[in-house]
């Protein structure tokens, strides 16, 4: 019997590869025989994220995606050189805590421009003819804090809540291409990210947010699991769906 999860002979890019749940992405599906091409801005970290890939073939791309207008150009070069995609993976992704009081437009369109419009513009870059193989996936990355909110970060709340909804409008738009596009909704992941933000907290705070995960904080291997499925042959009938892994954050 065939492995659904086989990835052998596949090509990933994976955004945001450089640290967090995206370079543990880009790890996890070398490991199931994917060739992966690694996005970020730091090609130093990039080269340490392609030091943990299984297998060979693998290829870095230094590029800043807050450049959202160069992004399809930049893609189809880049798959003119690669070839085909099987698939696209957003990990990339900035979080902001600011007070309504003191945020401004400038960090809004900040965030907004990394979480929705380099998703959006990917995904035009992807189905571009040439970029992507027949039946080619998208998975783009949320957030619990899409589906609930918080104080303190309407930005980045908002953001992920529209990642939600492009999710859904382009599996909608795209299906004719036979394109599946997917996002993962994950809950509080011990990454880098998460790291500055537990800094700034008390031990009581810190205690209290984990409290609210009944299975703890996530780990970056949770996300990039849900990350594969949805990428591989397991997904082959799902599309527009944000599969949450949170721990049962959202459960209470």
């Known amino acids: ?22 370079r543990e992405t880009a790890v996890l599906l070398s490991q199931l025989g994917a060739q992966i091409v690694s996005v970020g801005r ?10 943990n890939l299984s297998g060979g073939g693998h290829r870095t791309e230094v590029f800043d995606l807050t450049q959202t207008e160069q992004i399809p150009a930049w893609f189809r070069d880049l798959c003119a050189a690669t ?29 907004y421009r990394i979480n929705v419009s380099a998703a959006a513009m990917l995904a035009k870059g ?3 003819k040439g970029c992507c193989t027949p039946s080619g996936s998208i ?10 909110g918080e104080a303190g970060i309407s930005a980045y709340s908002s953001s992920k ?14 299906a004719r291409e036979k394109i599946r596009v997917n996002c993962v909704v994950p809950g509080y992941v011990k990454t880098e990210m998460t790291a500055q933000l537990f800094r700034s907290l ?3 705070q810190l205690s209290s947010i984990e409290s609210m995960h009944p299975l703890g904080f996530g780990q970056p291997r949770d996300v990039a699991h849900a990350i594969a ?9 799902i599309t527009g769906s944000g599969l949450v892994v949170d721990g049962g954050y959202t459960a209470r």
């Open 83 to 111: 070839g085909p995609l099987n698939g696209l993976v957003h990990c990339a992704g900035i979080q902001s805590t600011m007070p309504l009081r003191v945020l401004s437009p400038t960090v809004f369109e900040q965030v």
């Open 126 to 128: 992807f189905r571009q």
């Open 229 to 237: 499925f949805l990428l591989a042959d397991t997904a082959s009938w």
């Open 139 to 148: 998975v783009l990355l949320s957030s619990v804090m899409g589906l609930v």
């Open 161 to 174: 809540a529209a990642v939600l909804g492009l999710t859904r409008a382009l599996a909608l738009e795209l």
């Open 42 to 51: 730091s090609r130093e970290r990039l080269a340490e994220t392609v030091r």
């Open 202 to 204: 008390s031990p009581d």
């Open 1 to 22: 019997m065939k492995n659904p999860l086989d990835l052998t002979g596949r090509v990933f890019l994976v955004t945001g590869a450089s640290s967090g749940i995206g």
